[in-house]
């Protein structure tokens, strides 16, 4: 597997008509360079991934490497970069286009088994002319290639012919072009768009969806009280099958709602011997998994605890850095109200916590 991607995301996006470089738009919830990267590392194609920025960034498994002046500059330097890694093929990608396929680059590897660079194209739908000298000539559509990126080639022919190259080429397509050698064309994807202007960004629909949780755990001598994730010191613990964290099965459910898949007690049953005495985090971590792999995200969470004491005050804080490093989800959408009950019946007295949570996750078609 002597693969490396190469992401470029080192341009200025001239067209795009803002401070921060398009690159770093958050697009689906994430910055638009970070889709290409975790579809390279999902794809598990790759020995190395290398990204190549004039941001100072710092991401797990990914090299970075200085941009150049013009396109074909940074992507010299991410050839260069991995020159004496033993690398076979190399696959290069423009961060501006994030939709490609897992699929695309499989297609594309299997392809360069007998080739030495291979290049989804697309068709255009418009009529297409092309000015030439002092005419404008009709073109077949069907004959004009639109090329997209990933491209993949042979690293040491690739690398020899960027090592001469003078000129500016805007993808390394062309740059097998101007030095007459065979490439092969696979079809491209028409979903693989390229994000030139800010409009680009807002062309998903969303759908959103609501999940609302409910727990109440009776309260009793010697054992530990968890909320949220984390220990708090207390007279008494929750009784339960598991840990008792109300505040965690409460989002569990509500998270479940939301991805309408039943509830907590379908997904852990309590005659089952194996979640004996689990941690609660435990229980939300495959949840979470799932949201992620998905590609949902949570907008919002929202929780009321309903208890005399301990105080939500005196907690929030820690309960909500928990609960954000437990669902990998920014502090700030996180919410947590304290509600009492006057004193009245078993919430009242301390014998029993009670919790709802409501959550919100959108989805981009
Ligand atoms: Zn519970």
Request: with cysteine.
């Amino acid at each position: 597997m002597n693969n490396c991607f190469i992401l470029l995301a080192a341009g200025k996006g001239k067209r795009f008509n803002s401070k921060e470089k398009k690159q770093f738009f958050i697009y689906k919830n994430k910055p638009l360079f970070m889709h290409s990267i975790n579809k390279a590392k999902k794809s598990k194609l790759f020995k190395k991934i290398v990204l190549v920025t004039n941001k100072q960034l710092k991401i797990s498994n990914v090299d970075i490497v200085k941009g150049g002046k013009e396109r074909s500059d940074s992507s010299f330097n991410g050839l260069k970069f991995i020159a004496n890694k033993k690398i076979k093929n190399v696959f290069i990608h423009d961060a501006a286009r994030p939709n490609f396929s897992i699929k695309l680059l499989k297609k594309l590897k299997k392809n360069l088994y007998n080739n030495k660079a291979v290049v989804p194209y697309i068709n255009t739908h418009n009529s297409t002319k092309y000015a030439y000298q002092n005419k404008v000539i009709n073109l077949k559509r069907e004959r004009v290639y639109l090329t997209q990126t990933p491209q993949c080639f042979d690293f040491k022919t690739l690398y020899n012919l960027s090592k001469k190259n003078k000129n500016s080429v805007t993808d390394e397509c062309a740059l097998f072009l101007n030095n007459n050698k065979k490439i092969k064309f696979i079809k491209g994807e028409d979903s693989n768009i390229k994000i030139t202007k800010k409009i680009d960004l807002y062309k998903n629909k969303i759908k959103t969806f609501y999940g609302i949780g409910f727990d109440i755990h009776r309260l009793v001598k010697k054992k530990r009280l968890y909320l949220g994730g984390i220990r708090i010191p207390f007279h008494s613990g929750l009784k339960g099958h598991s840990d008792g964290d109300v505040i965690i099965h409460c989002i569990i459910d509500a998270l479940l709602g939301a991805l309408r898949k039943k509830d907590i007690g379908s997904l852990y049953p309590s005659n089952k011997n194996k979640f004996k005495n689990i941690r609660s985090p435990k229980m939300l971590k495959p949840i979470i998994i799932n949201i992620e792999s998905n590609n949902y995200y949570i907008n919002n969470l929202d929780i009321n605890l309903i208890c005399e004491r301990p105080k939500v005050s005196k907690y929030r804080n820690k309960i909500i850095n928990s609960l954000s490093r437990l669902m990998n989800i920014n502090k700030d959408i996180i919410n947590i109200k304290g509600k009492t009950v006057e004193k009245l019946g078993l919430i009242g007295k301390e014998n029993a916590i009670a919790c709802e949570a409501i959550v919100s996750i959108s989805k981009y078609e």
